[in-house]
């Protein structure tokens, strides 16, 4: 029996689609709080809760994908725990003075 073989077809078409850029981004931040919450020994769902509550997606992760995303996983954790302890801080002497 002989099947006919497109191989340049088969080479284009492997039957998964491109990841969108969103997606990607999405991935991304992620695995920075993945990353983050193995760092610190908490769970995922509580580094998620305080990136969100200090806007870290908003003000870091998405805006600076580009620069981010080219950074070893430790320099980006590094860099992600350091905006959330002095977020959280400013956050914590906002709600002292009020």
Known sequence: MQMDVNLKGLMA??????????????????????????????P?????????????????IYPCYDTLHTQSREVVTEDVLEALKVREQKLGNESISR
């Open 44 to 60: 995922a769902s509580e580094m998620y809760r305080r990136m969100k509550r200090v806007e870290l997606f908003r003000d870091l």
């Open 13 to 42: 078409d492997n039957g998964y689609s491109r990841p969108s850029e969103e997606q990607l981004r999405n991935v991304f931040a992620s695995s920075c709080v993945e990353a983050s919450a193995r760092r610190l020994d908490i």
